[in-house]
């Protein structure tokens, strides 16, 4: 089979042809429908070696769906045909969090991230999922589709809900960056919230089709957004304020416009900092950094795009064109998430 595997440190991953892998005891084998391009993989392709203790090549592509090829010894309730999201953070199934599907903060050391992060992942034609508890069911959603659920979703899901009591009637929520992750958090803090959605970047274009989406009020990242927010707000700034940059400047400006009591929350990778003292946020603001979600939180998630309430946005790319697409999103110019057709 065809596969797009990263195989040094510091260059862009290559074509290759590998065998078609064999579904072991407790094991899946998927034909992959679609694998998200997500902006992380650009930061994977610039770590030095010794970043971390991953080891090479492994395939790229960590947001995954796709139709159960074979099954191995032991695995009970999938059939063959079926179409499935793969959750992408592979924790070790029996530490505390991960009894609780947890598995994105799993607390065993060590570990491969998942498929497509550290282990071999979807931009392939097919796929081995090493545990079938990783699978959960699409029902009737186009599996191509979906691909981007299982992150660009899965992500500021996770971070808005920690944050659901604060939005009650009467408050707001900014999302800093309107990129793939920010149109779905704006999506779904309307399915979820009452609050008022405040959508800001750095391209207008971008803020167009966060209008579409449900954003209530955008702004134009300038010297100015912070006092326009807080106009926006009547003063009191948001409630929740979700940076999925997370810059320098990114952050700063999600301190000047959060509230008391609020949240700022940072998804972003840019690795950005924030200077901290007596006066640096709000009083009692609380300052969290999220990572992906949970297995049980993507189970909502596909509910919610079962029911129409969120939707990606997407552009299809053959796996001969992968380069092209990570190329595209550096540049800017996708239309919606990219995601990668391995089987057309």
């Known amino acids: 089979m065809k596969a797009y595997r990263f195989c ?15 579904a072991g005891p407790g094991q899946v084998l998927l034909k992959i429908a679609g694998s998200g391009v997500c902006h992380s993989d650009l930061h994977v392709m610039e770590w030095p070696e010794g970043v971390n203790d991953w080891d090479l090549p492994f395939t790229f592509g960590h947001e995954n769906t796709g139709w159960v090829e074979a099954v191995g010894h032991g695995v009970g309730g999938l059939e063959v045909g079926e179409a499935v999201a793969v959750y992408g953070a592979w924790g070790c199934g029996r530490c505390a969090n991960c009894r609780t599907g947890k598995e994105n903060y799993c607390l065993a050391p060590g570990r491969a991230l998942g498929g497509g992060l550290g282990a071999d992942g979807g931009m392939a034609e097919y796929m081995l999922v090493p545990a079938a508890r990783w699978l959960l069911p699409l029902g009737d959603l186009d599996p191509r589709e979906a691909a981007p659920l299982t992150d660009a979703a899965l992500t500021p899901y996770h971070a808005i809900r920690r944050s659901l009591l604060l939005l009650t009637p009467g408050s707001s929520a900014v999302v800093i960056g309107a990129g793939g992750l920010g149109q779905m958090a704006i999506q779904i803090l309307k399915a979820l919230s009452p609050a008022r959605v405040v959508a800001v970047d750095t391209d207008p274009a971008k803020l167009g089709l966060a209008r579409q989406n449900g954003a209530d009020d955008t702004v134009l990242s300038s010297d100015s957004a912070a006092t326009t927010i807080r106009e926006i707000t009547r003063g009191r700034g948001a409630r929740l304020v979700l940076d999925l940059v997370g810059s320098d400047a990114s952050m700063a400006l999600a301190a000047k416009v959060a509230a008391v009591q609020g949240h700022l929350t940072v998804v972003g990778l840019a690795m950005g900092t924030l200077a901290f003292d007596f006066r640096a946020v709000p009083w009692e603001c609380s300052i969290a950094a999220t990572y992906w979600g949970t297995l049980p939180e993507l ?20 796996l001969e064109r992968a380069r092209e697409a990570y190329a595209r999103m550096r540049a800017g110019t996708l239309d919606g998430r990219a995601v990668i057709t391995p089987n057309g």
Do not use: C, D, N
């Open 299 to 318: 189970a909502e998630v596909i509910s919610l795009a079962q029911t129409g309430k969120i939707r990606s946005r997407v552009e299809y790319f053959p």
């Open 8 to 22: 040094a440190w510091q260059t862009e991953p290559e074509l290759v042809e590998k065998p078609v892998p064999e």
